[in-house]
T-cell receptor, first 112, second 115 residues
Framework: NAGVTQTPKFQVLKTGQSMTLQCAQD?????MYWYRQDPGMGLRLIYY???????DKGEVPNGYNVSRLNKREFSLRLESAAPSQTSVYFC???????????FGSGTRLTVV | AQSVTQLDSQVPVFEEAPVELRCNYS??????LFWYVQYPNQGLQLLLK??????LVKGINGFEAEFNKSQTSFHLRKPSVHISDTAEYFC?????????????FGTGTRLQVTL
């Protein structure tokens, strides 16, 4: 089915380890986003990419980096994981300004 | 910058009763407004959106919302809820400038429907 695919679905890291969360969409959307979801805090924007070749910081970018590899793929990297990065991470995409997001199913990350 | 306030963190309701989930926003410019639903262990799914035009917006699963500019509100309603409506609901706002127009989300309202 068309949509946004995130891998992995679950991950446990030790403090200081690094990892990359993968996101791919097959809807030819221009814009892609990474959010984190924490209890009682809703979703907070980490980074986004308005179009292929561009990336910008969101509300909570510290400790993360992103790569817009091509129009389909937008990855999120944790260089040195910290317990405060324990969260559920969602990737989303949309074709343009007048549209809502299509979300992936999320990655549940635990940092111990 | 824009912001969203969802006034109720939890709303318990009996099946077949009506429900209203409240959302207020803050912005100095015109906005787009959205409601999303999240079922347990899933991603978020778009329920409905307001871009312009009629202030009453109908969405999926029998939900509707009304945009009230004077009260800066976008409350979500359903006349008769079902057990399957149990989920978390998020209100979101964006400013329609540029292709990236990012969404700012509220903290969510957990709707719990019981028999």
């Amino acid at each position: 089915n068309a949509g946004v695919t995130q891998t992995p679905k679950f991950q446990v890291l030790k403090t200081g380890q690094s990892m990359t969360l993968q996101c791919a969409q097959d809807m030819n959307h221009n814009s892609m986003y990474w959010y984190r979801q924490d209890p009682g805090m809703g979703l907070r924007l980490i980074y986004y990419s308005a179009s292929e070749g561009t990336t910008d910081k969101g509300e909570v970018p510290n400790g993360y980096n992103v790569s817009r590899l091509n129009k389909r793929e937008f990855s999120l990297r944790l260089e040195s994981a910290a317990p405060s990065q324990t969260s559920v991470y969602f990737c989303a995409s949309k074709p343009g300004a007048n549209y809502g997001y299509t979300f992936g199913s999320g990655t549940r990350l635990t940092v111990v | 910058a824009q912001s969203v306030t969802q006034l109720d963190s939890q709303v318990p309701v009996f099946e077949e009763a009506p429900v209203e989930l409240r959302c207020n926003y803050s912005s100095s410019v015109s906005v787009y407004l959205f409601w999303y639903v999240q079922y347990p262990n899933q991603g978020l799914q778009l329920l409905l959106k307001y871009l312009s035009g009629s202030t009453l917006v109908k969405g999926i699963n029998g939900f509707e919302a009304e945009f009230n500019k004077s009260q800066t509100s976008f409350h979500l309603r359903k006349p008769s809820v079902h057990i399957s409506d149990t989920a978390e609901y998020f209100c979101a706002v964006s400013v329609p400038t540029g292709t990236a127009s990012k969404l700012t989300f509220g903290t969510g309202t957990r709707l719990q429907v019981t028999l």
